[in-house]
Nanobody
Framework: VRLVESGGGVVQPGGSLRLSCAASGFTFGRYGIGWFRQAPGKEREGVSCINDSTGPTWYADSVKGRFTISRDNAKNTVYLQMNSLKPEGAGVYYC???????????????WGQGTQVTVSS
């Protein structure tokens, strides 16, 4: 199982980023995928999840209405479109295979390298 996160960067408050999670080594279309965030000095937290089909989806209250999760099963990729970013949205973002019924509980296990999001003016 391998997941590679990308798309992070530096953005001003109010800006947008689209993160990607490219998966390999398992039957991608059969699994939900969750996005998780870890800010400096804080616990990792659930941000969003998408089920094994094109939906349904789950969001943390702090990102509802601003973030959109989607997936392209043909490309084995899940995306997280982040709009109207706030400084508290900064951190390292990780993706993982996940049962969305458990959202927002953070799963145990191995993690990828994540992708850094910095929100700063």
């Amino acid at each position: 199982v391998r997941l590679v996160e990308s798309g992070g960067g530096v953005v001003q408050p109010g800006g947008s980023l689209r993160l990607s999670c490219a998966a390999s080594g398992f039957t991608f279309g059969r699994y939900g995928i969750g996005w998780f965030r870890q800010a400096p000095g804080k616990e990792r937290e659930g941000v969003s999840c998408i089920n094994d089909s094109t939906g349904p989806t789950w969001y943390a209250d702090s990102v509802k209405g601003r973030f959109t999760i989607s997936r392209d099963n043909a490309k084995n990729t899940v995306y997280l479109q982040m709009n109207s970013l706030k400084p508290e949205g900064a951190g390292v973002y990780y993706c993982a295979p996940y049962f969305c019924s458990e959202f927002p509980t953070v799963p145990s296990g191995n993690w990828g390298q994540g992708t850094q999001v910095t929100v700063s003016s």
